[in-house]
């Protein structure tokens, strides 16, 4: 019965035989868009060759890879031809690749180059804008997906090189559709604590895994945080449009949380030489007090402590008399002076009171003729105007003979303005009349 059963290695290299035997898989030409690119160390290309619906592993080794005029990258379009195999540890099929030439770049790569070009345009990858990462930070926020390896990388670190900072975790997702949204909304949400450093990011991946921190949301959520951010996405080789933005970006998670905090061992090192240093200052500090204390103390001065006095009193003495000579002298200077200015003061008090009062006597009489003068001019205008007034009287008219008619307290000026019975008032000189209109008789024009 066991004979039947077979190994799985008998069962993958019989479908490698099979597949190598197949001339429709000898030799294939394939086309598609690269991704998961890795370079190894010796020089072997490992990736993942893709199209809309499907992917395939692929190798090119060393032999072949050298003879490469490109540096293939995530995102990139190609034309290959290789042979398609199985690989008999994993029991996967992939092509091994032989040639590979270049046809365009993926649309993901276009839509990366164009927001990276815009963003630069405006300013936000600006190293002026940067903000400086803290060297001792109380409090570090991480935004990313609460489980993987990324989280734990992170946490461990930072519990090894300074266990004494604290961590918040905003959990989001970090990959798909709905994974850029969370991002930005936890960014957002970091900002209402206490947050020292913030590190975004994950692990790596493809360029598809990572393309949520390629998005133009995410990128101004970063560059807008008030708290400075660290980008921490994919591996060292891995860099997205949160790279650029971020005040610094980490090749890895890990990356990410050593430059985010000191090394605790590091740091007491440099205590332990700070603390020597300070020592041999203070060491030699003294050292130069004691040897001032010695010169003072052997010094003249403090052997001989009275001369210090004795001078300072005889030269006390000496300035005491040049300032008494001094301030007499300035006081007869002041006194000259003074008399100097008094006696021009009352020459000239006199001078101008004479003046003044020869000007006022002078003033006085232009004032006395201007007045006469004045007063002359209004009698003879006062004299002009009263005779007009004279003549214009209609009193003195009524003195020669004449009278005023008046009918309703009006003047009547024509018999026009009359009829028969109207009662009329007569003003005389010495008196008034009332009469009643008996007649009317118009005076007849003259040819």
């Known amino acids: 019965m066991e004979d039947k059963y077979i190994t799985v290695s008998q069962l993958n290299r019989y479908l490698k035989f099979k597949f190598d035997q197949d001339e429709n898989l000898v030799h294939v030409f394939l086309k598609g868009e690269i991704s998961n690119f890795k370079k190894h160390t010796r020089g072997h290309l490992y990736f993942t060759i893709k199209d809309e619906n499907s992917r395939i592993n692929a190798v090119m080794f060393v032999s072949q890879a050298s003879k490469l005029s490109f540096l293939p990258e995530d995102g990139m379009k190609i034309l290959v031809t290789g042979r398609i195999s199985v690989y008999e540890i994993t029991g996967g099929y992939q092509i091994y690749v032989d040639e590979m030439i270049e046809d365009g770049v993926g649309n993901l790569y276009i839509e990366y180059e164009r927001l990276k070009k815009k963003l630069a345009q405006e300013g936000l990858f600006d190293p002026a804008k940067k903000k400086k990462i803290p060297k001792f930070p109380k409090t570090i926020g991480i935004v990313t997906a609460p489980t993987g390896a990324a989280i734990k990388d992170i946490l461990s670190t930072i519990k090894r090189r300074w266990p004494i900072t604290k961590t918040i975790l905003f959990p989001s997702l970090v990959q798909g559709a709905s994974a850029a949204p969370e991002v930005v909304s936890q960014i957002k949400k970091a900002q209402e604590y206490d947050i020292d450093v913030l590190i975004v990011g994950r692990g ?25 951010v660290i980008s921490a996405v994919g591996h060292e080789i891995d860099f997205t449009i949160s790279d650029y933005v971020a005040d610094l970006r980490a090749p890895t998670p890990t990356g990410a949380a050593e430059m985010a905090v000191c090394n605790q061992t590091d740091f007491y090192q440099y205590l332990k030489q700070v603390n020597l240093r300070l020592a041999k200052a203070i060491t030699v500090e003294i050292e130069k007090r004691k040897e001032k204390l010695s010169t003072l103390q052997h010094s003249y001065i403090l052997k001989n402590p009275l001369s210090i006095y004795q001078v300072k009193e005889q030269k006390f003495d000496t300035l005491y008399e040049k300032l008494s000579l001094f301030m007499a002298s300035i006081l007869e200077k002041m006194r000259r002076i003074f008399e100097e200015k008094k006696l021009l003061l ?44 004279e003549i214009l009287n209609p009193l003195l008219t009524m003195k020669r003979g004449y009278s005023i008619t008046k009918k309703d307290k009006k003047v009547i000026a024509s018999i026009k303005n009359l009829k028969k019975n109207d009662l009329i008032t007569v003003i005389m000189n010495d008196g008034e009349i009332e009469a009643k209109i008996q007649q009317i008789s118009e005076k007849k024009e003259e040819n």
Do not use: H
């Open 204 to 228: 790596g991946g493809s360029i598809e895994d990572l393309w949520c921190f390629n998005d133009e949301s995410v990128a101004r959520a970063i560059y807008e945080c008030k708290i400075p």
């Open 346 to 389: 009352e020459n000239d008090m006199q001078l101008f009171l004479t003046s003044e009062r020869v000007s006022f006597q002078e003033q006085t009489k232009d004032m006395n003729r201007y007045i006469e003068t004045y007063l002359e001019k209004r009698k003879n205008s006062y004299l002009a105007s009263l005779n007009k007034l």
